[in-house]
C-alpha cells in the first residue's frame, strides 16, 4: 500500500521542508541580528545595514529595550531556536517518526515564538515606530511554523482525539493557506496603516 | 488550481490594489513642487526661509542645521552638547532646527507643534529648551500631552489665545510635515540628524562636534 502510505505523509513531508527552509531563514535573520549588534556594542555610531531610512530602521530598534527583553539581545534566542527548526524539518524529510513527547515539545517552542514575536510586532509598530527588515523576515518565518505546527498537532490528535475530529479543525486545515494569508496581510495592514505618512511621501 | 490558492491570491491581490489605489490618491500633495538635488548648502530644502534659527543668525555663513524631535533621548543628550557648541560659536555660526517628530513617539508632534506656535510669537527658544529640560517627566507616555504643553506656553508667557489657535491649527501642522517631508528627501534616516554646511555630519563625540565647527568657521 505505498500510495496510501505516500498520501498520508505529503503534507509531513511539505511540513518538513517548511521548517528546514524557515528554520534556516530565520536563523540566518538571527545570526545577521546578532552580528550587527556586535558591531552596534563596539562602535556607537555605526549604521546598520538594514537601516534604509527612518520607517526601516534596524538601528533605532536595536537601542531599545525591547531589543533585550531577557537580559540579552533576542537574536540570540532565534541563533539557539531556529537550528532546532530546522534539524526538525530534515529529520521529517529524512522520514523519522516522531514521539508525541517531541511534538509536545516543538508545540510549546513555538508557540512561546509566535508569542514573543506577536509582542514584538506591537511593540515595533506601536512603541518603538521603526521597522527593522531582519526582524521581519523572522515574523515571516515564526508565523506560518507556528500556524503550520498548530494545525499538523491539532490534526494527528496531538491535543486530543476530540480537537483533531472537531469542525474548526477540519475547516482550518482545508482552508490554511487563506487562514495564514489573512494574518500575513492583517499584519501588512497594521504596518501601512501606522506609517501611513511615510509611504505616502513615497508614492 | 486549488480553490484555496485561489481565494488567497485573489485576497492578496485585492489588498495590494486598494494600497496602490490609496497611494495614488493621497500620494502627490506636496513635495515635487521644487524638485532640486538633495545635499548641498543651496538645497532648499535644507533651510527653508522660515525655518527656526536656534537663538541669533551668526556672523559667518557656517549653517549647522539639525533634524531634531522633542521626544527623542539620543536628541535631548545632543542638547547640551548643541548647546555648549551654541555658546562657543553661537556668535559665528548659524543654528537651524528642523522638526522631524518620529511616528513612534507618541507626543512627538505635538510637542513640534507647541514648539513651532510658541515660534509664531518668538518664543522658539525658550519652547526648545523647555520640551528638553523636561523631557525625562512626559517622554515615551502613550497619552496625548496638550495639556502639559500648553502649562509650557503659558510658563514661558505666551499669549494663549494665540497659543490654542495656532497649536490646533493647520498651517501649524503642515509647517511641522513639511520639515519632516524635507528631512526625508534629504534622506534623515532618526533624530538627531545634523547638517554642516550642507554636508550631513555625524560627530561621534563632542570633540568631534567642536573640530568640526572650528574648522568650518575657520574656512
Known amino acids: 500500500m505505498t500510495l496510501a502510505t505516500n498520501s498520508t505523509r505529503a503534507p509531513e513531508r511539505a511540513l518538513g521542508l517548511l521548517l528546514l527552509i524557515g528554520g534556516l531563514i530565520g536563523f540566518a535573520a538571527a545570526f545577521v541580528l546578532t552580528v550587527e549588534k556586535v558591531a552596534l556594542l563596539t562602535d556607537a555610531g555605526y549604521a546598520p545595514s538594514c537601516s534604509l531610512n527612518p520607517v526601516l530602521n534596524c538601528g533605532s530598534i536595536m537601542r531599545t529595550s525591547q531589543a533585550e527583553v531577557f537580559g540579552f539581545p533576542n537574536p540570540l534566542i532565534g541563533v539557539a531556536a531556529f537550528p532546532v527548526v530546522a534539524a526538525t524539518g530534515a529529520m521529517i524529510l529524512a522520514g523519522a517518526l516522531l514521539a508525541r513527547w517531541y511534538w509536545l515539545g516543538l508545540q510549546i517552542g513555538v508557540t512561546l515564538g509566535a508569542g514573543f514575536i506577536g509582542w514584538l510586532i506591537f511593540q515595533s509598530l506601536y512603541r518603538i515606530g521603526a521597522l527593522c527588515p531582519y526582524c521581519m523576515v523572522v515574523w515571516a518565518v515564526v508565523l506560518p511554523v507556528f500556524w503550520y505546527v498548530t494545525l499538523r498537532n491539532a490534526q494527528a490528535g496531538i491535543f486530543g482525539r476530540r480537537v483533531a475530529g472537531s469542525a474548526p479543525v477540519r475547516i482550518l486545515a482545508e482552508w490554511h493557506l487563506l487562514a495564514l494569508t489573512l494574518v500575513f496581510l492583517a499584519v501588512l495592514a497594521l504596518i501601512t496603516e501606522q506609517f501611513w505618512y511615510y509611504w505616502r511621501t513615497l508614492a | ?219
Open chain 2, 1 to 219: 488550481m486549488k480553490p484555496q490558492l485561489k481565494v488567497s491570491l485573489l485576497v492578496a491581490g485585492l489588498f495590494v490594489a486598494v494600497l496602490a489605489v490609496l497611494l495614488v490618491v493621497t500620494g502627490r500633495d506636496g513635495g515635487g513642487a521644487d524638485a532640486d538635488a538633495p545635499g548641498g548648502a543651496t538645497d532648499s530644502r535644507l533651510v527653508r526661509e522660515d525655518s527656526r534659527i536656534i537663538g541669533e543668525r551668526g556672523s559667518s555663513d557656517v549653517v549647522l542645521v539639525e533634524f531634531l524631535d522633542f521626544e527623542c533621548e539620543a536628541c535631548r543628550a545632543a542638547f547640551p552638547v548643541v548647546e555648549d557648541m551654541r555658546e562657543k560659536y553661537g556668535d559665528r555660526v548659524t543654528f537651524v532646527a528642523r522638526y522631524f517628530p518620529l511616528p513612534g513617539h507618541f507626543n512627538a508632534e505635538r510637542a513640534a507643534r507647541a514648539v513651532e506656535s510658541a515660534a509664531r510669537q518668538g518664543k522658539f527658544e525658550e519652547m526648545y529648551h523647555k520640551m528638553y529640560k523636561t523631557q525625562a517627566s512626559w517622554g515615551e507616555q502613550q497619552v496625548p500631552l496638550d495639556d502639559l504643553f500648553r502649562q509650557f506656553a503659558e510658563e514661558i508667557g505666551l499669549d494663549m489665545g494665540q497659543y490654542d489657535a495656532d497649536y490646533a491649527s493647520e498651517e501649524v501642522a503642515d509647517r511641522v510635515q513639511r520639515d519632516v517631508e524635507d528631512g526625508i528627501a534629504l534622506g534623515v534616516q532618526g533624530t538627531p540628524t545634523f547638517f554642516l554646511d550642507g554636508e550631513r555630519f555625524e560627530p561621534t563625540s563632542v570633540d568631534d562636534f567642536d573640530k568640526a565647527l572650528e574648522e568650518a568657521v575657520a574656512e
